[in-house]
């Protein structure tokens, strides 16, 4: 199958800056998601990247190298509500089906 | 805001009955996806569905599972007969169309097998 690594669990300060890696194989790779999950709730979008490269969105930022099979999730200015589990999924699915492959999620307490 | 809706939010079920998960997608959206979540694991894709049939499925999806959009408006899941370990949390999620790429989730259905 196709592994998805990332941290189990980071811990960081309210207004600072966090950064959550993920590693993922390239054989047959499309793309890469994060999602947010909040305990008990469904997985919410974060990002997509599929060139390399970093794509910002606020205060979220994504980014890619595929040749490294390298992703990173950027949090800054964090916030309380940031405390969730942070879930990297890699598309291996053909013909643009998005099917999702899950890492075991991040999960990002923030403290005060 | 549209968003993907689920029924129920809870099932509880004896091992060997059969369970059927209900799911409104998102109106415009074709393409249509069913994951697990068993507690204090990874999500996992199950299948998804497009034009009236199954587009993938993974291993987890044997023949235990079955699903179906009766009308226009609802995707179900079915397991014929359940399993203890098929206690989890089910998502549907769907997508818009060929070119976008992002999955809306709904609330899940928490399935407990007793």
């Known amino acids: 199958g196709q592994n998805i690594d990332q941290p189990t669990e980071m811990t960081a300060t309210e207004g600072a800056i966090v950064q959550i890696n993920c590693t993922y194989q390239?054989?047959?790779?499309?793309?890469l998601f994060w999602y947010q999950q909040h305990a008990g709730e469904a997985p919410t979008f974060l990002s997509y990247?599929?060139?390399?490269g970093l794509e910002e969105k606020g205060r979220f930022s994504s980014f890619l190298s595929r040749s490294k099979g390298y992703s990173y999730l950027l949090l800054k200015e964090l916030q309380m509500k940031d405390s969730a589990s942070y879930l990297c999924?890699?598309?291996?699915?053909?013909?643009?089906?998005?099917?999702?492959?899950f890492g075991k999620g991040t999960k990002l307490s923030v403290i005060p | 805001e549209p968003e993907v809706t689920q029924t129920p939010s809870h099932q509880v079920t004896q091992m060997g009955q059969e369970v059927i998960l209900r799911c409104v997608p998102i109106?415009?959206?074709?393409?249509f996806y069913w994951y697990r979540q068993i507690l204090g694991q990874k999500v996992e894709f199950l299948v998804s569905?497009?034009?009236?049939?199954?587009?993938?499925k993974s291993e987890i999806f044997d023949d235990q599972f079955s699903v179906e959009r009766p009308d226009g408006s609802n995707f179900t899941l079915k397991i014929r007969s359940t399993k203890l370990e098929d206690s989890a949390m089910y998502f549907c999620?769907?997508?818009?169309?060929?070119?976008?790429?992002?999955?809306?989730f709904g609330p899940g259905t928490r399935l407990t097998v007793t």
């Open positions: 390239t054989s047959g790779f499309n793309g």
């Open positions: 999620a769907s997508r818009e169309a060929l070119g976008s790429y992002e999955q809306y």
């Open positions: 569905f497009y034009n009236n049939e199954i587009s993938e």
């Open positions: 109106s415009n959206h074709l393409y």
């Open positions: 999924a890699a598309d291996y699915s053909g013909a643009g089906s998005y099917q999702l492959t």
């Open positions: 990247n599929v060139l390399d």
